[in-house]
Nanobody, 119 residues
Framework: VQLQASGGGLVQAGGSLRLSCAAS????????MAWYRQAPGKQRDLVAR???????YYADDVKGRFTISRDSSENTVYLQMNSLKPEDTAVYYC??????????????WGQGTEVTVSS
C-alpha cells in the first residue's frame, strides 16, 4: 500500500488546516486509519483514529478542535484542524491498518506532512 499525505503548511494561531491521506494499492482492505504527530525532540503520538465502521478516537488535547473523517470509496482519510495552537506544530503522519487478502494484516505509515503554527 502507498499512503500519500498532503495539506500541511504554515498557519497563524487560531487558523485552520485540512490534512489528507490517500491510500492506494491492489488487493487491500483498509481497516482503521489514523493521524499521528511528532514534534521536534518528542515521541510520535496518536492524534486521531477512525475505524472501518466510522468510530473515532481523539487525543484529549485535540478534542473539539480536530475532526477526522474518511471517504471509504477513495480510501482517503482527512484531518480537519481548527483553532490551531503553536503546540500543534509537528510533523503529521498518517497510518493505515489493512489486510492483503483475507488474513495478512499489516500496518503502514505515510510520509509526514509538516504543520507549523505561529503565535
Amino acid at each position: 500500500v502507498q499512503l500519500q499525505a498532503s495539506g500541511g503548511g504554515l498557519v497563524q494561531a487560531g487558523g485552520s488546516l485540512r490534512l489528507s491521506c490517500a491510500a492506494s494499492g491492489s488487493g487491500i482492505s483498509i481497516m482503521a486509519m489514523a493521524w499521528y504527530r511528532q514534534a521536534p525532540g518528542k515521541q510520535r503520538d496518536l492524534v486521531a483514529r477512525i475505524s472501518g465502521g466510522g468510530s473515532t478516537y481523539y487525543a484529549d488535547d485535540v478534542k473539539g478542535r480536530f475532526t477526522i473523517s474518511r471517504d471509504s470509496s477513495e480510501n482517503t482519510v482527512y484531518l480537519q484542524m481548527n483553532s490551531l495552537k503553536p503546540e500543534d506544530t509537528a510533523v503529521y503522519y498518517c497510518n493505515a491498518n489493512y489486510y492483503v487478502g483475507s488474513a495478512d494484516f499489516r500496518i503502514h505509515w505515510g510520509q509526514g506532512t509538516e504543520v507549523t503554527v505561529s503565535s
